[in-house]
């Protein structure tokens, strides 16, 4: 399953790591495409939305309503 997030205050390869690492350690599986550009992090997993919402929110990022 497919799903976009809209992430506050990414702006480096550290936060890349950090998000891509937050969601990875709750789904191994998962691919995680993360844009600087445009504050979007777009995952492909199986794991429900709440959750990968809450491990980007975890790694002290913020969710755009």
């Not at 997030?5 to 691919?31: K, L, Y």
């Not at 429900?48 to 755009?64: C, D, K, N, T, V």
């Amino acid at each position: 399953m497919n799903q976009v997030f809209q992430v506050e205050g990414m702006s480096c390869g550290h936060c890349v790591h950090a998000v891509t690492g937050a969601i990875q350690e709750i789904d191994s599986a998962a691919t995680v495409r993360v844009d600087l550009t445009t504050g979007t992090v777009e995952v492909t997993s199986e794991r429900p939305r709440s959750e990968l919402a809450g491990a980007i929110r975890e790694a002290g990022y913020e969710i755009a309503a």
